[in-house]
Each structure stands twice: as C-alpha cells, then as structure tokens.
T-cell receptor
Framework: DAKTTQPNSMESNEEEPVHLPCNHS???????IHWYRQLPSQGPEYVIH???SNVNNRMASLAIAEDRKSSTLILHRATLRDAAVYYC????????????FGTGTRLTVIP | NAGVTQTPKFQVLKTGQSMTLQCAQD?????MSWYRQDPGMGLRLIHY???????DQGEVPNGYNVSRSTTEDFPLRLLSAAPSQTSVYFCASRHPGNSGNTIYFGEGSWLTVV
C-alpha cells in the first residue's frame, strides 16, 4: 500500500500561514495526492488534491515537489475553524482507487 | 442533495448481538466503502464496492459483511458483535475509474459493544 508520513501535530497562530508537510516516497507515477481534514466528531472533509502541478482552491494550496515524493498543504490564513486533523493520502491508481489513511497531523490554532 | 447518509448515528450493542449500519448516497456514485476509526487512529478500510453486485474486502474485513444490491445503498452488517468492534464507522462514496476523484464521507456512526 502507498504510504505517507506526516508530523503528529503542529501549532499555528491565528491568521498566520500554515505549512503542513507530507512525505510519500513510494508514490507511483499516476497516484494522486489527496488532503482531507477531520473536525472533531465529524467525517473527513475534502480539502484539495493534485497529481503533478501545484493546485489552489478556496480552502488551501497544494505544493507538490518536482520528484513528487513530498507535498505541502498550505493554509494561507489559519482560523480557529481550521483546527482539525489533516490527512495526506495517496489515491492509488490501480484497482478500486481506494484511499489509505495514516494517522494525520493534528493542527492546533492559537488565538 | 443529501450526499452520504448513515444511520444510526449512535448505537449500543451487547456482545453477540447483530446489527446493520445503513449507508445511502444520492450522487449516483458507483464506488462505496466502509471505514472504521479507533481513538487516535486514522481510518481503516473494512469493505468496498465498485458497483451493484460487486463487493471486496479492505484492510480489516473480519467480523463484517456487506452487500450491494443497488447503486444507492451499501449496508454493513455485524453478525456477532464483539467489544473489539467498538469504533466509529464511516461510509464513503465516489465516482470510480480515476484516483483523482473526490471521496465523500458520511457523518459517522458511533458503535459501542458492551
């Protein structure tokens, strides 16, 4: 199974940018990089995904290394509502395209 | 558009009892799956289905059965509940065929087996 490695926890001050790193050295050429987040007592929520190029949406930006072995989720201005567990996931391009979750990074936002 | 709907939200079972967690989606997604999440852990895949009549096992299938008679519904059955199955269960769906497709999750079902 494609694996990802993330720090267990990170802290950020409110209204400052946050860079959440992820290593995925076993990624294959057609695997997508997905980021989901999970607020307390809720199901995971889609944040962003990409294949090779950097991606932007209304929630965040995704910066993908040129060799695709790592990526960084960027929250441009952290708010208290961004406090959650963030999961970096590889969506394998074979079989049923299942998602395999690690333990994620718990982001704490300090007011 | 309700998305992915799970019922019940909370359930307490006695050891050995059986029950079914219901999952329905209204997005015409062919792919559906069940995950469990234990405290402090990420989600682990139990079973999945790529279309009506087709199911397969994930990482932790033991103690669970599934069936997929329609595109919309994907129930998860616990035949003889055990305390080790105390967990939060999430149902998910997506369009298949492209690993870039977004997956949508239900709100979760909290199950306690005593």
């Amino acid at each position: 199974d494609a694996k990802t490695t993330q720090p267990n926890s990170m802290e950020s001050n409110e209204e400052e940018p946050v860079h959440l790193p992820c290593n995925h050295s076993t990624i294959s050429g057609t695997d997508y990089i997905h980021w989901y987040r999970q607020l307390p007592s809720q199901g995971p929520e889609y944040v962003i995904h990409g294949l090779t190029s950097n991606v932007n949406n209304r929630m965040a930006s995704l910066a993908i290394a040129e060799d695709r072995k790592s990526s960084t989720l960027i929250l441009h201005r952290a708010t208290l509502r961004d406090a959650a567990v963030y999961y970096c996931i590889l969506s394998v391009s074979t079989g049923a395209n299942n998602l395999f979750f690690g333990t994620g990074t718990r982001l704490t936002v300090i007011p | 558009n309700a998305g992915v709907t799970q019922t019940p939200k909370f359930q307490v079972l006695k050891t050995g009892q059986s029950m079914t967690l219901q999952c329905a989606q209204d997005m015409n997604h062919e792919y559906m799956s069940w995950y469990r999440q234990d405290p402090g852990m990420g989600l682990r895949l139990i079973h999945y289905s790529v279309g009506a009549g087709i199911t397969d096992q994930g990482e932790v299938p033991n103690g669970y059965n599934v069936s997929r008679s329609t595109t919309e519904d994907f129930p998860l059955r616990l035949l003889s509940a055990a305390p080790s199955q105390t967990s939060v269960y999430f149902c998910a769906s997506r369009h298949p065929g492209n690993s870039g497709n977004t997956i949508y999750f239900g709100e979760g079902s909290w199950l306690t087996v005593v």
